[in-house]
Nanobody, 119 residues
Framework: QVQLVESGGGLVQAGGSLRLSCAAS????????MGWYRQAPGKQRELVAA???????NYADSVKGRFTISKENAKNTVYLQMNSLKPEDTAVYYC?????????????WGQGTQVTVSS
């Protein structure tokens, strides 16, 4: 059973920083890519950042220059360092991982962690 467990959310003032972690377990297959999505109240879930192969990254325009995604392949853990946080970054953040098994791509999600940025 593949599990993605997030940690690191919380309440922070605007301009502050948080670091999210997502640890994957329950599989011997490579989890690639891994990424972070977020969903604010009344809005659709959106991609925040993703990392492929441990080095290739892409970011939503709204977080470029402020957020950094990284991955420890040996631990199957992905991180999201969030700096210069803004109130509009407030959302539930979800970790996502994809596994290709026998030609089929499977999506896995964490339970979500709340990030609240106060003004």
């Amino acid at each position: 059973q593949v599990q993605l467990v997030e940690s690191g959310g919380g309440l922070v003032q605007a301009g502050g920083s948080l670091r999210l972690s997502c640890a994957a377990s329950g599989t011997s297959f490579s989890i690639n890519p891994m990424g972070w999505y977020r969903q604010a109240p009344g809005k659709q879930r959106e991609l925040v950042a993703a990392i492929t192969g441990g080095t290739s990254t892409n970011y939503a325009d709204s977080v470029k220059g402020r957020f950094t995604i990284s991955k420890e392949n040996a631990k199957n853990t992905v991180y999201l360092q969030m700096n210069s946080l803004k109130p509009e970054d407030t959302a539930v953040y979800y970790c996502n991982g994809r596994i290709r098994r026998f030609g089929i791509m499977y999506d896995y999600w964490g339970q979500g962690t709340q990030v609240t940025v106060s003004s």
